[in-house]
Protein backbone atom coordinates (compact mmCIF):
# COMPACT_ATOMS: atom_id res chain seq x y z
CA UNK A 1 0.00 0.00 0.00
CA UNK A 2 2.75 2.22 0.05
CA UNK A 3 4.18 1.86 -3.21
CA UNK A 4 1.31 3.57 -4.71
CA UNK A 5 1.40 7.11 -2.60
CA UNK A 6 5.44 7.30 -3.31
CA UNK A 7 4.83 6.78 -6.82
CA UNK A 8 2.49 9.75 -6.92
CA UNK A 9 4.36 11.54 -4.91
CA UNK A 10 7.58 11.07 -6.81
CA UNK A 11 5.64 12.00 -10.21
CA UNK A 12 3.99 15.14 -8.35
CA UNK A 13 7.42 16.26 -7.56
CA UNK A 14 8.51 15.68 -11.40
CA UNK A 15 6.20 18.41 -12.97
CA UNK A 16 7.23 21.55 -14.03
CA UNK A 17 5.51 24.29 -11.98
CA UNK A 18 2.75 26.38 -13.67
CA UNK A 19 3.91 29.79 -14.85
CA UNK A 20 1.22 32.14 -15.45
CA UNK A 21 2.53 35.08 -18.08
CA UNK A 22 0.34 38.48 -18.44
CA UNK A 23 1.23 39.57 -21.86
CA UNK A 24 1.95 43.52 -21.24
CA UNK A 25 -0.49 45.95 -23.08
CA UNK A 26 0.08 47.65 -25.82
CA UNK A 27 1.39 51.37 -25.46
CA UNK A 28 -1.35 53.13 -27.58
CA UNK A 29 -4.17 50.98 -25.44
CA UNK A 30 -2.41 52.58 -22.49
CA UNK A 31 -2.32 56.00 -24.30
CA UNK A 32 -5.63 55.84 -25.65
CA UNK A 33 -7.08 55.00 -22.13
CA UNK A 34 -4.94 58.00 -19.72
CA UNK A 35 -6.40 60.23 -22.64
CA UNK A 36 -10.13 58.90 -21.90
CA UNK A 37 -9.07 59.77 -18.56
CA UNK A 38 -7.62 63.03 -18.70
CA UNK A 39 -10.68 64.66 -20.80
CA UNK A 40 -12.68 63.22 -18.68
CA UNK A 41 -11.35 65.12 -16.08
CA UNK A 42 -11.36 68.08 -17.92
CA UNK A 43 -14.89 67.76 -19.04
CA UNK A 44 -15.95 67.73 -15.42
CA UNK A 45 -13.75 70.66 -14.17
CA UNK A 46 -14.80 72.88 -17.26
CA UNK A 47 -18.72 71.80 -16.11
CA UNK A 48 -18.22 72.80 -12.64
CA UNK A 49 -16.74 76.14 -13.97
CA UNK A 50 -19.31 76.78 -16.08
CA UNK A 51 -22.10 76.05 -13.81
CA UNK A 52 -20.53 78.57 -10.79
CA UNK A 53 -20.74 81.25 -13.69
CA UNK A 54 -24.19 80.59 -13.95
CA UNK A 55 -25.04 80.95 -10.54
CA UNK A 56 -23.25 84.21 -9.98
CA UNK A 57 -25.05 85.95 -13.52
CA UNK A 58 -28.65 84.25 -11.59
CA UNK A 59 -27.43 85.82 -8.24
CA UNK A 60 -26.49 89.29 -9.49
CA UNK A 61 -29.79 89.39 -11.60
CA UNK A 62 -32.34 88.38 -8.80
CA UNK A 63 -29.93 91.03 -6.38
CA UNK A 64 -30.04 93.91 -9.63
CA UNK A 65 -33.38 95.94 -10.16
CA UNK A 66 -34.74 98.14 -12.80
CA UNK A 67 -32.55 101.03 -13.90
CA UNK A 68 -34.37 104.77 -12.80
CA UNK A 69 -33.63 107.21 -15.59
CA UNK A 70 -32.72 110.31 -13.91
CA UNK A 71 -32.45 113.66 -15.72
CA UNK A 72 -30.71 117.32 -14.28
CA UNK A 73 -32.70 120.07 -13.16
CA UNK A 74 -34.63 122.27 -15.64
CA UNK A 75 -34.92 125.86 -15.80
CA UNK A 76 -36.89 127.40 -13.21
CA UNK A 77 -36.20 124.63 -10.60
CA UNK A 78 -34.94 125.48 -7.27
CA UNK A 79 -31.54 123.13 -7.96
CA UNK A 80 -30.78 126.01 -10.09
CA UNK A 81 -26.98 126.42 -11.22
CA UNK A 82 -24.44 127.60 -8.52
CA UNK A 83 -22.08 129.89 -8.86
CA UNK A 84 -18.66 128.50 -10.63
CA UNK A 85 -15.94 127.19 -8.49
CA UNK A 86 -13.05 129.51 -8.02
CA UNK A 87 -9.93 128.98 -10.15
CA UNK A 88 -8.08 125.68 -9.76
CA UNK A 89 -4.46 125.88 -10.76
CA UNK A 90 -3.65 123.89 -13.70
CA UNK A 91 -1.65 121.38 -11.87
CA UNK A 92 -4.39 120.55 -9.66
CA UNK A 93 -6.78 119.97 -12.29
CA UNK A 94 -8.80 116.92 -12.80
CA UNK A 95 -8.54 115.54 -16.27
CA UNK A 96 -11.73 116.15 -17.86
CA UNK A 97 -11.79 114.04 -21.00
CA UNK A 98 -10.68 110.82 -18.34
CA UNK A 99 -12.03 107.58 -19.37
CA UNK A 100 -13.18 105.13 -16.82
CA UNK A 101 -15.05 101.98 -16.38
CA UNK A 102 -14.49 99.93 -13.33
CA UNK A 103 -16.64 96.36 -12.33
CA UNK A 104 -18.26 96.48 -15.74
CA UNK A 105 -19.63 99.93 -15.36
CA UNK A 106 -19.55 101.38 -18.57
CA UNK A 107 -20.91 105.15 -20.06
CA UNK A 108 -22.11 104.80 -23.72
CA UNK A 109 -22.94 107.16 -26.62
CA UNK A 110 -22.37 110.93 -23.95
CA UNK A 111 -23.06 113.00 -25.97
CA UNK A 112 -23.27 117.26 -24.87
CA UNK A 113 -24.23 120.39 -26.83
CA UNK A 114 -25.50 123.70 -27.20
CA UNK A 115 -29.59 124.65 -26.68
CA UNK A 116 -29.72 127.23 -29.32
CA UNK A 117 -33.18 128.09 -28.09
CA UNK A 118 -32.23 128.72 -24.48
CA UNK A 119 -28.77 130.55 -23.80
CA UNK A 120 -26.46 129.47 -21.61
CA UNK A 121 -27.95 125.80 -21.92
CA UNK A 122 -26.72 122.69 -22.22
CA UNK A 123 -28.45 119.39 -23.60
CA UNK A 124 -27.20 116.16 -23.18
CA UNK A 125 -27.89 112.21 -23.70
CA UNK A 126 -26.08 109.08 -22.26
CA UNK A 127 -26.91 105.64 -22.12
CA UNK A 128 -24.80 103.38 -19.00
CA UNK A 129 -24.59 99.37 -19.33
CA UNK A 130 -23.39 97.11 -16.21
CA UNK A 131 -22.21 94.35 -16.72
CA UNK A 132 -21.13 94.03 -12.65
CA UNK A 133 -22.50 94.67 -9.65
CA UNK A 134 -25.68 96.84 -8.42
CA UNK A 135 -24.41 100.24 -8.84
CA UNK A 136 -25.95 102.82 -6.45
CA UNK A 137 -24.66 106.47 -6.13
CA UNK A 138 -24.60 110.07 -7.60
CA UNK A 139 -24.35 111.72 -10.87
CA UNK A 140 -22.15 114.38 -11.74
CA UNK A 141 -20.77 116.80 -14.14
CA UNK A 142 -17.66 118.70 -14.39
CA UNK A 143 -18.33 121.57 -16.92
CA UNK A 144 -14.16 122.97 -18.43
CA UNK A 145 -14.14 126.44 -19.77
CA UNK A 146 -13.84 129.87 -19.59
CA UNK A 147 -15.73 132.97 -16.98
CA UNK A 148 -14.28 136.20 -18.27
CA UNK A 149 -11.07 134.71 -19.83
CA UNK A 150 -10.10 132.96 -17.00
CA UNK A 151 -10.04 129.11 -17.05
CA UNK A 152 -13.12 127.53 -14.88
CA UNK A 153 -13.97 124.13 -13.42
CA UNK A 154 -17.42 124.15 -12.23
CA UNK A 155 -19.45 121.04 -10.63
CA UNK A 156 -23.30 120.31 -11.27
CA UNK A 157 -25.13 119.98 -9.26
CA UNK A 158 -23.05 121.42 -6.49
CA UNK A 159 -21.56 119.03 -3.89
CA UNK A 160 -24.65 120.51 -1.72
CA UNK A 161 -27.28 119.48 -3.65
CA UNK A 162 -26.39 115.91 -4.81
CA UNK A 163 -28.57 114.39 -1.94
CA UNK A 164 -31.44 115.21 -3.64
CA UNK A 165 -33.60 112.87 -5.94
CA UNK A 166 -33.18 113.84 -9.12
CA UNK A 167 -28.86 113.50 -8.67
CA UNK A 168 -29.42 109.91 -7.91
CA UNK A 169 -28.88 107.23 -9.83
CA UNK A 170 -29.83 103.76 -9.70
CA UNK A 171 -28.56 101.03 -12.73
CA UNK A 172 -28.71 97.46 -12.76
CA UNK A 173 -28.30 96.43 -16.03
CA UNK A 174 -29.01 99.22 -18.70
CA UNK A 175 -30.42 102.98 -18.42
CA UNK A 176 -30.38 105.65 -20.98
CA UNK A 177 -31.37 109.03 -19.98
CA UNK A 178 -30.92 112.73 -21.38
CA UNK A 179 -31.04 116.15 -19.76
CA UNK A 180 -30.62 120.02 -19.43
CA UNK A 181 -27.60 121.75 -17.78
CA UNK A 182 -28.51 125.23 -17.31
CA UNK A 183 -24.93 127.46 -16.93
CA UNK A 184 -23.84 130.00 -14.95
CA UNK A 185 -24.10 133.45 -16.75
CA UNK A 186 -21.00 134.40 -18.47
CA UNK A 187 -19.16 130.59 -18.39
CA UNK A 188 -18.18 129.33 -21.99
CA UNK A 189 -18.04 125.38 -22.26
CA UNK A 190 -15.56 123.53 -23.57
CA UNK A 191 -15.58 119.76 -22.29
CA UNK A 192 -18.10 118.12 -20.06
CA UNK A 193 -17.30 115.12 -17.94
CA UNK A 194 -19.81 112.79 -16.58
CA UNK A 195 -19.47 110.78 -13.47
CA UNK A 196 -20.80 108.06 -11.39
CA UNK A 197 -19.84 108.11 -7.61
CA UNK A 198 -20.10 105.38 -4.98
CA UNK A 199 -21.24 106.49 -1.34
CA UNK A 200 -17.76 105.37 -0.44
CA UNK A 201 -16.19 108.72 -3.19
CA UNK A 202 -15.12 106.66 -5.14
CA UNK A 203 -15.62 107.28 -9.35
CA UNK A 204 -16.54 104.07 -10.58
CA UNK A 205 -17.18 105.29 -14.43
CA UNK A 206 -16.61 108.68 -16.13
CA UNK A 207 -16.36 109.79 -20.08
CA UNK A 208 -15.44 113.34 -21.12
CA UNK A 209 -16.60 114.79 -24.50
CA UNK A 210 -15.66 118.39 -25.99
CA UNK A 211 -18.63 120.82 -26.80
CA UNK A 212 -18.48 122.64 -29.80
CA UNK A 213 -18.27 126.07 -30.01
CA UNK A 214 -21.15 128.38 -30.71
CA UNK A 215 -22.11 128.81 -34.77
CA UNK A 216 -21.20 132.00 -35.81
CA UNK A 217 -24.19 134.06 -37.76
Do not use: H
Request: aromatic share 8%.
Amino acid sequence: MGMPFSIGRTLFAQMPPSIVINEPLPRWKAMVLGGFRMAGLVLVCAALFYAGILFERYRQRVAGSAPVAVSAPQPGDPQKAAQPERSIPAAAKPDVMELRKLEGLDIQAFQVVRDNAVPGQLRYEFTISNEGRLYEGTLEFLVQGTLEGRPTLWEYPPAGQRTAGNAQMRVGRYIKTEGKIQLPPGLVPEAVALRLREPSGNVRASRGVSVAPPEQN
